[in-house]
């Protein structure tokens, strides 16, 4: 079983459209994130969910949008996509703020 | 906010040489801890540091943690082809609240 899993790996979409990438954890963890790799492979913290509840929110646009219907999961959703928002997304979660795992990362290609 | 810069950020050695990758922080941290994300993998943790002055060796990596607790380094002797890759650190400062802030990783390639 993959401990944490996230959906789709790939998503290639038109700027404009509105999108959603799906994470799941099934290691019983508190905490869950979202960071965004560039090109460069700089990795950035963008949310950070601490059962359920929202605890990091960096600066991000407001056309990010994280949801967490329940301690597993955290879906991140994206309104009005722009060239720049193209990037790895990485799904994260971690008990105690130790030793994160990741998911295995979606590629989002805005055109 | 929190800055952790690292260097270098490429490094190119031949296989069987030594690699070490440099991190700094500008605030003192609580813990540090490293991770390494192969070509088109995720990071994966390799470890944490909590001490000051702290060492941990895990086969040929060795990590440190500044006395300051501020700075560490990771060092692998005598590169395998295996251990390409990016290694990131990543600092917390106390309370949490900040979350993880990763450096912006080392690069290593290496050739046969």
């Known amino acids: 079983d993959t401990a944490v899993s996230q959906t789709p790996k790939y998503l290639v979409t038109q700027m404009g459209n509105d999108k959603s990438i799906k994470c799941e954890q099934n290691?019983?963890?508190?905490?869950m994130y979202w960071y965004k790799q560039d090109s460069k492979k700089f990795l950035k913290i963008m949310f950070s969910?601490?059962?359920?509840?929202?605890?990091i929110n960096e600066t991000v646009p407001n056309r990010f949008s994280p949801k967490s219907p329940d301690k597993a999961h955290l879906n991140l959703h994206i309104n009005s996509l722009e060239l720049g928002d193209s990037a790895v997304y990485f799904c994260?979660?971690?008990?105690?703020?130790?030793?994160?795992?990741f998911g295995s990362g979606t590629q989002l290609s805005v055109l | 906010g929190q800055q952790v810069m690292q260097i270098p950020q490429y490094q190119h050695v031949q296989e069987g040489e030594d690699f070490t990758t440099y991190c700094n922080s500008s605030?003192?941290?609580?813990?540090i801890q490293w991770y390494k994300q192969r070509p088109g993998g995720h990071p994966v943790f390799l470890i944490q540091?909590?001490?000051?002055?702290e060492v941990k060796k895990q086969k040929r990596l060795t990590f440190q943690f500044g006395e300051a607790k501020k700075n560490s380094s990771l060092h692998i002797t005598a590169t395998q082809t295996t251990d390409v890759g990016t290694y990131f650190c990543?600092?917390?400062?106390?309370?949490?609240?900040?979350?993880?802030?990763f450096g912006k990783g080392t690069h290593l390639i290496i050739q046969p």
């Open positions: 994260a979660s971690s008990q105690d703020r130790v030793k994160l795992f």
């Open positions: 990543a600092g917390e400062r106390g309370g949490g609240a900040d979350g993880l802030t």
């Open positions: 290691l019983g963890h508190d905490t």
């Open positions: 969910y601490n059962n359920k509840e929202l605890i």
């Open positions: 605030t003192t941290l609580s813990n």
């Open positions: 540091l909590v001490k000051s002055g």
